[in-house]
Every structure is written in structure tokens, then in C-alpha cells.
């Protein structure tokens, strides 16, 4: 039998048993490998350190397009204001021109800027999305400055409001160099990205993550070796907003441009 | 979310230039934060004021003594207010006091201002007036009598010996109470300098600049309600003493004018990432309330008056009313230092990339009205305070039957 002929034989094989075959195993080697990189979080019930984890989130830039996606599944999923003012996680696209002008605007928004195309521009140098959300620091100011402590860090590593506790001075909003906090109307308390602890917490990836069709956003414990997050790290070049403030944040990411605050 | 709310913050989005991160479209800190900062100043101020009679012993201040630490304690009640009115839940305020947290500078709020409050002012108060309540209660009809018998705390020791302690135990509390004062607002000033995300606040200078301005706002304060106090009893001046107060005054708005130099020609010389948005900060939003208002009319031109004043041996008529003007410009000029810090640094995006706009409302809880409120409320405290309280010239009264 030459080449040809075991190619031939092999059709059947090759063309259709592995498509299904290997997709399908393929997604559950996935969803398998996304639990673990949730943190392995087991099922309510039984025994969960915090301790054990370290929630982080990576973002490939060069891997968002920019689809709105994640910001309309996390205004869903957590109950934010569906307008202009409030995200826990919003799109910046930057445009950057080749005498050095640079032009940002927040895509996730209904103003008329958010909504046009790119511009017919020949003079266009780079452009890029960069997905934005709370940074979860190592070192929260916001934290350090709730006069209450209704803000705080857990020890899984993720930055949360006490709604039952928040004063609503917004002492924490002022102190976050990243605008991730907002007011919440309704309940009249500070409020901002949970990494969906509730999500999380049960084995679940966050919203955003969840939802991304191009895998840009990266979910995963900082303490477990198999994690997705860590291999991301391990991959790539990556770099945190405003290092210089030394807030330490847990949110990674690769292929970011200078340009970006 | 309420269709007026959202309506005026869309109208705020059209009025955003450059790019600001979404959620900063908001102006969190409204015009009752930059009433607050005012009004604690005027305390330390008018309470230093009211410390150079004590502790340093300048004798021509004198006649403002009491007026000075009135107008401190009437500040101070008040003082609190704007920031409860503030928060979106006021009804939890006494978490602030009864579970602080310790890392968080606005958590020593409850501790500053008990302290000042308790331990300085109202124990300054009480001792300076012990003596004057006794003779009170024995003169004041019934309802008022009793008011004085508590207020006296139900002593009645009138003897030379007794008010000898009540000088040595208000000289001990001034001592104390200088640094408290200093602490009162240069805290006020950490709470905005200690903030690292925000660079226009962001500065070890800011709780000196504070001070300075503090006491330069409480002098002219204690100067003005002293000339329109004389000018209501159709008593007169007392020359020395105004002169000897605007001298203070004057070289206390040398000081701050100063220090608020060398902050802006520190971060201009340094230059730092910022300095571009903060450069067009000053020029598209702050022009107006900061170089006319705070830096011409609120510090040059009543430095100017001060000197033509002191230098040109000008007749008592015309110094009082050139220091008469000098210390409403003067007001004027703190309170927009106060709003340039305050608003202004809520007006450009921490991306350095954009400008806001804040837009005061009328009525509202936050508005101007409220903030006008709380600006009347420590006079009409004031005024109480002067009339059941016998301001010095009529403790002489008091004094000399007795």
C-alpha cells in the first residue's frame, strides 16, 4: 500500500470520525480545563479554603475584537445600570496616528463616537482594543481608604463591597487610578467588578470570560500550577496598568501598549 | 436609576472633551465637600487666632478673644453636616465612629473631631465663660436662669482664686489645642493629599497649604464679624487691635501665597506625566475660579489693599474700610482655593486623556441652596451663641459691679 492508497482508506477517518470525534473531545478536555483554571473550585458543600486560591485575569490584547461581548454579559449577569455612566467592565479602542496622535474612545458606550467605524485613515500607525475592569490589587487604595471597611479584599484575592456596610462616601472612588468604581443608583453604595465572585465561588468562570469568542480574556488561581491563568503567564510578555502607583494589580496584560493608562 | 439622573448625565457626556474612563462621568464630590473643608478651616483658623491672646500673649488682639473661639465652636457644629448630607447613606454614618477603619485617613474624622470638639473647644468655652455664667444665672430671669446654672455646670465659685485656675487650665488647653488645630485641618488637607490615583491633589504640600490657608480664612473671618459685631452695637473700632489682626493677616496670606507657589512651580518644573492635562485643566475649567478669583482677587489685590493700607498712614476711616475689603476678597479667594481643589480635581480623567464638567444643581440635597444653608447655618449659630454669651466688652460690664 503506497501513500496515496493509505490516504485514500483513510478518508473516511481523517475527514469525518475526527471532526466530530476530536471537537467533541476537544471540548470537554476545555470545559475540564477551564473548571481547573477557575480555581477548581468543588462544589458548594464541600470544604473551600480561600486561602487556596488567588484569582487573577489575564487579557490577550491582540485577541479582542472589540465585540462588546463580555461588557453586555457582565451588565446582565451583575445587575449594572444599562447606560453610559456605570461598567464593572468596559472596551477602549486606541488609534494611534503616525504623527503620534492618539484617540481613545469607550466602544461599550451608545455615543455616536463608540458606535462609528474605524476611520478611513491611511495615516493609522496602530490600533487596538483593550478590555478594561477592576484590577483586583494586591495593594487596593480603595481598599486602604474605606472609612468603614465596607471595602476589602478576600482572601482569595478579590476586592469587594459590603453593600450593607457602605456609607457611600465615595472616598473609594476618588482613590482608584483606574475609574473601575462606580456609584450604584439603586442601592446608593460604591460598586465595581467581583471577578463574579458568586460565579467563581461555585466553579464557574466570570461572565466576561465566559462569553468572549476569541478566548481574549484569561480566568484562573495564581496558586494552581495546571491553571489557565498561569500558563498565560508563562506564554506571554505581560504588563499591568500604572505599575508606578505599586497597586500591584492581578489583572495581566499581554501585547499592552505604552499608550494605555 | 431615576430618568432625571440619567438625563443629566447624558447632558454631561456631550460636555466631555477628550477620552475619560466611563465611570468618571460622574462628579462624586459635590459642592457640600468643598463647603466642608471651608468651614473646618475657619475653626483652626479662628481658634489660632484666638491662641495668640493665650499662649503668645499678644495683648491687642485681646477685644476678639472670645469672639474668635465662639465663631471656632459655631464653625465647628456645623461642620459636620455638609458630609453627612453627602453620603448616600447617612443613616450608617455611625460606622465611621463606632468601626473605623484604621488604615483609612477619613476614619480619623471621628477622632479629630471628637477630640477638637470635646477635649479643645467646648473645655475652652466652658472655662473661659464659667465665672460670667454664675454671675448670669444670678441676674437672668427663670427660663434663662436655668439654662445658665447647667450651662455652669452648676459651679459657683466666683473667687479670684477660681477664675486663676480657669486661666492656668485655658492656657494648658491652648497649648494642647494649637497642634489639635493644626491636626484638625492639616487631616482635612491628608484626606485629598494622600490620594496617589489623583495628581492634582496628590501632594505632601497640600495639608501646609491647607493650614495656611486655614488660618488665613479664620483671621479674616474673626476681622470681618468683629467690624460688623462693632458696627451693629454702634461701638467703636478698636484700631490696635484691627491693625495688629490685618499685620497677621497679612503676612499669614504671604505665607500661603508662598506655599501655593512653590507647589505649582514644583510640579511645573517636574514636570511629570500629568502635567499636560493638568496644564489644560487650568486653562479650559479652572481659569476663572483660580487664577481671577483665588489667585488675583482672593490673594494679589487684597495683599495690595493691605499694603496701601498699612504704608500710606491712611486716616482710621479709610483703613477700616480698606481692610473691610480686603477680608470679604479674601474669603472669597479661600473658598475657591477650597472649590479648585475639590472640583477641580474631580474634572479631568486619571487616563490624563479628558476633561468633565460639573454641573451644580440649584435645589437638591447636594445643590447650591443647601450649600448656601450651610454656609448661613454657622452665623444664626453665631448669633445665638453672642447673645446668651457676653462677648468681652460686656464681661467688663459684668465685671465691674461685681
Known amino acids: ?261 | 436609576m431615576n430618568p432625571e439622573s440619567t438625563a443629566r448625565l447624558s447632558e454631561m457626556l456631550t460636555q466631555v472633551t477628550g477620552f475619560i474612563y466611563p465611570n468618571e462621568i460622574e462628579i462624586h464630590w459635590s459642592i457640600l465637600i468643598v463647603v466642608y473643608p471651608y468651614i473646618t478651616g475657619l475653626v483652626a483658623g479662628a481658634f489660632i487666632l484666638a491662641s495668640l491672646e493665650n499662649v503668645f500673649n499678644v495683648e491687642e488682639v485681646r477685644p476678639t478673644y472670645r469672639l474668635a473661639l465662639l465663631t471656632a465652636l459655631s464653625f465647628m457644629v456645623v461642620a459636620p453636616l455638609p458630609l453627612l448630607m453627602h453620603l448616600g447613606h447617612p443613616e450608617r454614618f455611625y460606622e465611621i465612629l463606632l468601626a473605623p477603619n484604621l488604615t483609612s485617613a477619613m476614619a480619623m474624622f471621628g477622632f479629630v473631631y471628637g477630640w477638637y470638639l470635646m477635649g479643645v473647644l467646648l473645655l475652652e468655652v466652658w472655662f473661659e465663660f464659667r465665672r460670667d455664667l454664675i454671675i448670669l444665672a444670678q441676674r437672668a430671669p427663670a427660663p434663662m436662669r436655668w439654662v445658665y446654672r447647667a450651662a455652669s455646670l452648676y459651679s459657683n465659685d466666683v473667687s479670684a482664686a477660681g477664675r486663676a485656675f480657669d486661666d492656668q487650665a485655658i492656657r494648658i488647653i491652648t497649648i494642647v489645642g494649637i497642634p489639635s488645630a493644626f491636626l484638625l485641618h492639616g487631616y482635612v488637607g491628608f484626606i485629598f493629599g494622600s490620594v496617589k490615583a489623583n495628581p492634582w491633589w496628590s501632594s505632601v504640600l497640600i495639608p501646609i497649604v491647607f493650614l495656611m490657608s486655614a488660618i488665613v480664612s479664620g483671621i479674616a473671618l474673626v476681622i470681618f464679624l468683629y467690624m460688623i459685631l462693632a458696627a451693629l452695637r454702634k461701638e467703636p473700632v478698636d484700631m490696635r487691635c484691627l491693625d495688629t489682626m490685618t499685620s497677621y493677616l497679612f503676612y499669614a496670606v504671604i505665607v500661603d501665597f508662598t506655599l501655593e507657589a512653590l507647589d505649582f512651580t514644583h510640579r511645573l518644573y517636574e514636570s511629570e506625566e500629568s502635567v499636560r492635562i493638568l496644564g489644560t485643566l487650568i486653562r479650559q475649567k479652572l481659569f476663572m475660579s483660580l487664577i481671577v478669583l483665588q489667585v488675583l482677587l482672593g490673594m494679589l489685590v487684597p495683599l495690595a489693599i493691605l499694603i496701601v493700607a498699612k504704608w500710606r498712614k491712611l486716616g482710621d476711616d479709610g483703613r477700616r474700610l480698606l481692610y473691610f475689603t480686603a477680608v470679604i476678597l479674601i474669603q472669597l479667594g479661600i473658598f475657591s482655593t477650597r472649590w479648585n481643589i475639590v472640583i477641580g480635581g474631580q474634572l479631568f480623567s486619571k487616563s490624563f486623556r479628558g476633561l468633565m464638567a460639573y454641573k451644580m444643581e440649584i435645589l437638591g440635597i447636594e445643590g447650591f441652596l443647601t450649600a448656601l444653608g450651610l454656609l448661613v447655618l454657622p452665623f444664626v449659630v453665631l448669633a445665638v451663641l453672642i447673645k446668651v454669651l457676653p462677648t468681652r466688652p460686656l464681661v467688663e460690664e459684668v465685671h465691674t459691679p461685681a
Not at chain 1, 476530536?22 to 470545559?31: F, I, K, M, Q, T
Not at chain 1, 504623527?99 to 458606535?115: F, H, K, L, T
Not at chain 1, 463591597?161 to 472616598?171: E, F, L, P, Q, T
Request: aromatic letters at 8%; one cysteine or more; proline letters at 7%.
Open chain 1, 1 to 261: 500500500m503506497n501513500k496515496r492508497e493509505f490516504l485514500k482508506s483513510m478518508q473516511g477517518l481523517i475527514l469525518f470520525f475526527p471532526a466530530a470525534g476530536v471537537l467533541s473531545a476537544l471540548g470537554v478536555d476545555v470545559s475540564a480545563q477551564e473548571t481547573s483554571g477557575a480555581g477548581a473550585a468543588p462544589p458548594p458543600g464541600a470544604g473551600y479554603n480561600p486561602k487556596d486560591h488567588l484569582y487573577g485575569m489575564g487579557i490577550e490584547i491582540d485577541k479582542c475584537i472589540g465585540c462588546n461581548r463580555c461588557v453586555e454579559a457582565c451588565k446582565a449577569e451583575n445587575d449594572v445600570p444599562q447606560d453610559d455612566a456605570h461598567y464593572r467592565t468596559w472596551v477602549e479602542r486606541y488609534v494611534i496616528k503616525k504623527d503620534g496622535e492618539v484617540s481613545v474612545v469607550n466602544i461599550s458606550g451608545s455615543a455616536a463616537a463608540a458606535r462609528e467605524g474605524m476611520p478611513e485613515d491611511t495615516d493609522i500607525l496602530r490600533t487596538f482594543f483593550v478590555p478594561k475592569l477592576c484590577n483586583q490589587c494586591v495593594n487596593p487604595p480603595c481598599v486602604q481608604v474605606c472609612p468603614v471597611g465596607a471595602t476589602f479584599s478576600t482572601e482569595d484575592g478579590v476586592v469587594l463591597v459590603d453593600a450593607n456596610r457602605c456609607i457611600g462616601c465615595s472616598y473609594c472612588i476618588q482613590a482608584c487610578p483606574y475609574g473601575a468604581r462606580y456609584m450604584n443608583p439603586r442601592t446608593k453604595t460604591a460598586d465595581k467588578c467581583t471577578f463574579c465572585y458568586h460565579r467563581v465561588r461555585q466553579g464557574l468562570l466570570p461572565a466576561c470570560v465566559e462569553v468572549c469568542p476569541t478566548q481574549a480574556r484569561v480566568f484562573g488561581d495564581l496558586r494552581s500550577k495546571a491553571s489557565r491563568l498561569v500558563r498565560f503567564a508563562r506564554m506571554n510578555k505581560i504588563h499591568v496598568l500604572k505599575p508606578a502607583l505599586n497597586t500591584e494589580p492581578k489583572v495581566y496584560y499581554a501585547q499592552l501598549d505604552g499608550e494605555v493608562r
